[in-house]
T-cell receptor, first 111, second 112 residues
Framework: SQELEQSPQSLIVQEGKNLTINCTSSKTLYGLYWYKQKYGEGLIFLMMLQKGGEEKSHEKITAKLDEKKQQSSLHITASQPSHAGIYLCGAPQGGSEKLVFGKGTKLTVNP | ETGVTQSPTHLIKTRGQQVTLRCSSQSGHNTVSWYQQALGQGPQFIFQYYREEENGRGNFPPRFSGLQFPNYSSELNVNALELDDSALYLC???????????FGSGTRLTVV
């Protein structure tokens, strides 16, 4: 079965710093979702990438999908305390509508 | 456009009991999926419902069952609760064949 590995597991940065979170799949990616989760709460949709080489941006967050490397990255520019939370990547397994998730990356942004 | 609503938000049950969790899907969505998220882990797929029938199931025992109603809302039932069932249960709605999943805020289940 497909597995997603996220790195790093946790990240502490100073406000204003840039950061990158990676998500690597054990199998071919048929799209990739990024979600943000506050502790114990639901998932907030950030971005969806469908094609290799695709790059999307929303405010200060940019996500890229490298189909050949079976990898996606999430980059935050000039981080703010509001960016703190757990970032999860999810991918449709085998082209189905079942999502497989990574374990998440916990981001702390210190003022 | 209404989002996904889950109820209750929290509940505590005793081992061996049964529990029912509820989910109202987002307007325009016809598919509902349920996920279990243990502490410190990513969500794990339980099952999906489309047209009131189960459409895919993860590695969960039969004591996890569900329903989908004509209005696309859904229930997750868990029988014979075990301590390891303690988790955040997330419901996600989507439009079959489309892209994008909208998640609810989850139900925190504690089994004691």
């Amino acid at each position: 079965s497909q597995e997603l590995e996220q790195s790093p597991q946790s990240l502490i940065v100073q406000e204003g710093k840039n950061l990158t979170i990676n998500c690597t799949s054990s199998k071919t990616l048929y799209g990739l979702y990024w979600y943000k989760q506050k502790y114990g709460e639901g998932l907030i949709f950030l971005m969806m990438l469908q094609k290799g080489g695709e790059e999307k941006s929303h405010e200060k967050i940019t996500a890229k999908l490298d189909e050949k490397k079976q990898q996606s990255s999430l980059h935050i520019t000039a981080s703010q305390p509001s960016h703190a939370g757990i970032y999860l990547c999810g991918a449709p397994q085998g082209g189905s509508e079942k999502l497989v998730f990574g374990k998440g990356t916990k981001l702390t942004v210190n003022p | 456009e209404t989002g996904v609503t889950q109820s209750p938000t929290h509940l505590i049950k005793t081992r061996g009991q049964q529990v029912t969790l509820r989910c109202s899907s987002q307007s325009g969505h016809n598919t509902v999926s349920w996920y279990q998220q243990a502490l410190g882990q990513g969500p794990q797929f339980i099952f999906q419902y489309y047209r009131e029938e189960e459409n895919g199931r993860g590695n969960f025992p039969p004591r996890f069952s569900g329903l989908q109603f004509p209005n696309y809302s859904s229930e997750l039932n868990v029988n014979a609760l075990e301590l390891d069932d303690s988790a955040l249960y997330l419901c996600a709605s989507s439009l079959r064949g489309g892209y994008g999943y909208t998640f609810g805020s989850g139900t925190r289940l504690t089994v004691v």
